[in-house]
């Protein structure tokens, strides 16, 4: 089991910054892949940014340039900077791990970007 726990979201207006956390239960040096997804009411979860096994960070095309994914694997954390925000961002933030086969999320967290 990996549980996942988001923190950082908030209401923020455009062309602002926040910086999201994600704890892991576990050390996040054992996961096999980790990143983040957003979702806004009445779509799919889309991927924000993520890596999988070795390979390099993969980012969605509308955040590249603005938004890094980073971890701390002393701290058993992952971030997610977000700059230069925009309302379009405005979405529930919800972080995963790949962890034996199996996919683990976190409970969200919500972003709010205002014009």
């Known amino acids: 089991q990996v549980q996942l726990v988001e923190s950082g979201g908030g209401l923020v207006q455009a062309g602002g910054s926040l910086r999201l956390s994600c704890a892991a239960s576990?050390?996040?040096?054992?996961?096999?892949?980790m990143g983040w997804y957003r979702q806004v009411p009445g779509k799919q979860r889309e991927l924000v940014a993520h890596i999988i096994g070795g390979g390099s960070i993969t980012y969605a095309d509308s955040v590249k340039g603005r938004f890094t994914f980073s971890r701390d694997n002393a701290k058993n954390t992952m971030y997610l900077q977000m700059n230069s925000l925009k309302p379009e961002d405005t979405a529930v933030y919800y972080c995963?791990?790949?962890?034996?086969?199996?996919?683990?999320w976190g409970q969200g967290t919500q972003v709010t970007v205002s014009s």
């Open positions: 995963n791990a790949l962890w034996l086969l199996n996919v683990y």
């Open positions: 576990r050390s996040i040096s054992s996961l096999y892949g």
